[in-house]
């Protein structure tokens, strides 16, 4: 079992940077792909970025690529999301999953952080 925690979200301006932390507690983290997931309020949550177990593969949503990175450190147990050109439409309560593999499918990631609010100003 993995249990997930984020930080680093906040409060910031259109163009602004900002980099999430998702700490994972267990042994086998990994094992595990990760992947972070966004939800605006009243929409559903939408996938924005994945990495494989090893590092060696990652993907994005089509809204964020060439403005955020998925990177991890298995040594630490830790998965970043690099957001870099923040704009007003990536306000969202940002979410870490852990995964068997490195998808897209919210439906397919087993373990869950809380979440942690990032909003942007125009």
């Known amino acids: 079992q993995v249990q997930l925690v984020e930080s680093g979200g906040g409060l910031v301006q259109a163009g602004d940077s900002l980099r999430l932390s998702c700490a994972a507690s267990?042994?086998?983290?990994?094992?595990?792909?990760m992947g972070w997931f966004r939800q605006a309020p009243g929409k559903d949550r939408k996938f924005v970025a994945a990495i494989s177990w090893s590092g060696g593969t990652t993907f994005y949503a089509d809204s964020v690529k060439g403005r955020f990175t998925i990177s991890r450190d298995n040594a630490k147990n830790t998965v970043y999301l690099q957001m870099n050109s923040l704009k007003p439409e990536d306000t969202a309560v940002y979410y870490c999953a852990a995964s068997s593999r490195a998808v897209d499918m919210t439906a397919l990631y087993s373990y869950w952080g809380q979440g942690t609010q990032v909003t942007v100003s125009s």
């Open positions: 267990g042994r086998t983290f990994s094992r595990y792909a």
